[in-house]
């Protein structure tokens, strides 16, 4: 006989209803706070009725459910985690009623309905420290590009001709930002001399770079620096904070390394490396992130599973006798993992284009072009197509092969 317990959770504590399949309440509806001491207490009593076919049952709900989800499963405890949206749309009545105890009763009625394939997040400790690594370059990233486009607003009143002195890239390179660093002001290189200014630049590319290159730069700078007329005072505070972003950058940068490194690093633990590696224009970081996201493949049974565990999955569009089973993707899944595909679909892309390749996924996406799809269209079904090689590449554990 199978039993669930459903949970319905919030922060800090959950609503939690242990059910039959034949609808036999065998724990009413009651709140747990997510402590050691009434989790345990909820164990004993789930022990007490010596189920044989248990199921602990709950939503994603942002990182709440993981104290709950990492004691059951410590716990031997069989652990299923939905998405949210399953939940939702899944109700016993017709009443617009929304309770923690009705929550409960219709993820129980939705587990024993089975009518919807349930992903598992799985606890194992490689991919879920992988997950975590990739939200943290997720949000490592996105601070970047923050405080990048601040320090282009500050330098461009502190010293406007700074942006002259090198590429779009090399701007926000360590040489770069440790001279800024170190004169943040134009009327602070006026004062300096061209020694100074060179000794800084050579010692920031630790040798990498003649000294006589670090002069000819020097020179250039001071030269910009003398015609310049900046729009802030040398002791305004927004210099002072041009410094501190200079820091955060360095800082964050430098962290997102770290980040990129341990995410390779776990991925390589895995049967997949190896494999989603071989394909022609991927490279460690992509594979790391792409597997981070997708987790383990061989939970999922064929591939429409895991194109609906991405959103890639088309939704059906009725209106009468007339039914469009290929509509636009559902969008629903994780969304990290489509941008990841996408991102890495144009790599493959660019790549394939630069070395006159073609490949797979070059050759996928010319033909989508020619029926008239536009880009945005033609990179999602390639990161439908690159899906598809990746599963039956894991499933079969064969590497690429180029045609």
Request: positive net charge; aromatic residues 10%.
């Amino acid at each position: 006989m199978r039993s669930v317990l459903s949970i319905d959770v919030a922060n800090g504590k959950s609503e939690v209803l242990l059910i039959t399949e034949y609808g036999e309440v065998l724990i009413e509806p009651y709140e747990v706070n997510h402590c050691l001491n009434e989790l345990n207490k909820l164990k004993d009593k789930i022990n007490s009725f010596n189920l044989d076919d248990l199921t602990i049952f709950m939503e994603s709900t942002s990182t709440y459910h993981l104290p709950i989800q990492r004691f059951f499963t410590n716990n031997n405890f069989k652990v299923q985690v939905i998405n949210p949206i399953l939940g939702k749309n899944n109700t016993r009545n017709l009443r617009k009623t929304k309770t923690d105890i009705e929550d409960c009763y219709n993820l129980a009625d939705l587990f024993f309905k089975n009518t919807v394939k349930i992903y598992t997040k799985e606890m194992n400790t490689i991919y879920s420290n992988m997950i975590e690594l990739s939200r943290q370059e997720k949000h490592l990233t996105e601070n970047i590009v923050r405080s990048k486009n601040r320090f282009k607003q500050i330098i461009a009143n502190a010293f406007p001709e700074y942006i002259k002195c090198f590429t779009s890239n090399d701007i926000y390179s360590e040489t770069s930002l440790n001279f800024i660093k170190e004169f943040p002001h134009a009327d602070i290189i006026k004062s300096k001399r061209i020694d100074a200014l060179a000794n800084n630049i050579y010692k920031s590319t630790k040798g990498y770079l003649p000294y006589s290159r670090c002069l000819t730069k020097a020179k250039k700078i001071k030269e910009l620096a003398n015609n310049s007329y900046p729009g802030i005072e040398v002791n305004s505070c927004e210099v002072n904070n041009l410094i501190n972003i200079v820091d955060i950058i360095i800082y964050n940068s430098n962290k997102l390394d770290e980040v990129k490194k341990d995410i390779i690093n776990l991925a390589k633990q895995t049967p997949y490396f190896d494999i989603i590696n071989s394909i022609y224009g991927i490279g460690e970081t992509s594979t790391a992130q792409i597997i981070a996201e997708l987790g383990d493949i061989n939970r999922f049974e064929n591939i429409k599973q895991l194109n609906a565990f991405c959103g890639l999955d088309p939704t059906i569009i009725q209106s009468g006798k007339s039914i469009n089973y290929n509509g636009p993707i559902s969008k629903r899944g994780n969304r990290n993992a489509r941008k990841i595909l996408f991102i890495t679909c144009c790599s493959i892309i660019r790549s394939s284009v630069l070395h006159n390749i073609d490949t797979d996924i070059l050759i996928y996406y010319r033909k989508k072009q020619t029926e008239n799809k536009h880009f945005k269209e033609c990179i999602t079904a390639c990161s439908t197509k690159l899906l598809r090689i990746i599963f039956a590449m894991c499933k079969n554990n064969s590497l690429y092969v180029q045609k």
